[in-house]
């Protein structure tokens, strides 16, 4: 935080700060400690999540945040060439994956057919239009990058199965790997299963 590499703090999760991607300090820290660590455990992947906060602090502030997207393209390049044998995961960041797509294995749809609201703690199910649109932009990624896999994670009550299966059998249909779970990411919860 002392030398510029965390920006503020995510108001929806206390404790986790957005990074400055653009600043090398992150990706060295990332390529020299963070990843050989992470690989040492005897993991033979990574999950990047919340790339896309480089286009949301892009979009909002352009002029304070310029280069942000290019360098989370740049990132997950440098994290590929440095371990190609190592699988990595993008969360969303839709308007970036084509740039990606050739150093990614899996692309994750977070909340692609349902949501949750942080402010009033509900779930909800997204508006069609929206999710029609990502279906189709995800179906013409896997299309021109067909060795992308594409996992969805909707939010859901566990206690309502039928939704549950619904989502599950929506999300199927459009060729995705689906999973449910709750906010927290503590539970999955499986089709047909009480």
Known sequence: KAQGVFLQENE???GSYYADLRNPLWAKSL????????????????????????IELELVNPKKYMGMQLAAVSLVK???NNNPNIKI?????????????????YVLAESLY??????????????????EE????????????????????????????????KIYKVERENGFIPYVSN????????KGKK
């Open 114 to 131: 349902t949501s949750y609201d942080f402010k009033t703690k509900k779930y909800s199910v997204r508006p069609q239009k929206a999710y």
């Open 31 to 54: 390529l020299e400690d963070q990843i050989p660590a992470i690989i040492k455990q005897g993991f033979n992947g990574l999950f990047l999540d919340t790339l896309d906060n480089s």
């Open 89 to 105: 995961m993008v969360n969303r960041a839709y308007p970036l994956l084509s740039q990606m797509a050739p150093d990614i294995n």
């Open 183 to 190: 906010v927290l990411l503590n539970k999955v919860y499986f």
């Open 12 to 14: 929806v999760w206390k």
């Open 134 to 165: 990502e279906v189709n932009s995800l179906k013409k990624l896997k299309e021109k990058f067909p060795h992308l896999k594409i996992f969805t994670v909707d939010y859901w009550e566990e206690s309502d199965q039928k939704m549950i299966d």
């Open 78 to 80: 440098w994290i590929h």
